[in-house]
């Protein structure tokens, strides 16, 4: 049975949200013990080969050529927020540092969203208030992290917030083609940061594999937001998609043993709540 077309966007925003919550786990833990931007690379390039594949063996068109900018400016901005986010992630504390990201990430595409798309309803916009408390509920922490950290995930909420704007401008091109075309330039980036940070290292397997699925998932994460924001507004597809780091800290819970508090616990609640608010004409 068909999903409603109102549900659409709702489902790939979704679908998105486990990708990514999956990728950063996995991101964030590895570069724990290997340079970040070196599995930032690692994550683009298994991405790109990914989603080149998807996009030649699915026999999609090429988008446009301002498409293709559009896309291109999207990675640059989304790789290297990927690069520094995984570094605050590796520097301080995962649940704070995913937060912060997030709600920079997800309020400034919101606003530019409402801005150009014109003001949802209040269903909507009692949603996005629930999924911005959930957000913050979801993945905030009581410890405390390093300055820098704290830095580093402003830092990365700002490229993120550029990567969801971009994506949208980049219109209705085939979204395989548009996830290739960013993570093109977000490898691009990554590698020339490495290059020039010195931080080339001989690394294990496991690390390369670690950093290979997160980078798939990743990727995955990409083409799924740019069906969401292509079949529905900015502004749903974005604070939808950015309760991901409710996969992460519940990841991080089960596998680290990461503190799980009563009040993630409500902010998860909230972000259950606010999806069928925002699934709302």
Known sequence: ?????SLVPVEFSLAAVLAWGTSDFL?????KRVNAFLIATIAHSGGLVLMTSVALLGGSPLPSRASILWALAGGFSGGAALAVFYRALSRGNMGLTATISAVLGAAIPAVFGIVTEGLPGYARLAGFLLAGIGIWLISGSQGESRPQALGLAVLA???????FICMKQAGDGPAAWMATFSRASALAVTAVILLFTRGFRRVGGRAVAFGVVAGFLDTSGTALFVRASQTGRLDVAVVLTSLY????????RAILKEHFTRWKAIGLVAGLAAVPLIAMQ
Request: net charge neutral; no cysteine.
């Open 157 to 163: 909420g700002l490229g993120f917030a550029g990567f």
């Open 27 to 31: 991101g964030g833990y590895i570069s």
């Open 1 to 5: 049975m068909l999903a409603p077309l």
């Open 245 to 252: 780091p409710a996969v992460t800290v519940l990841l991080a």
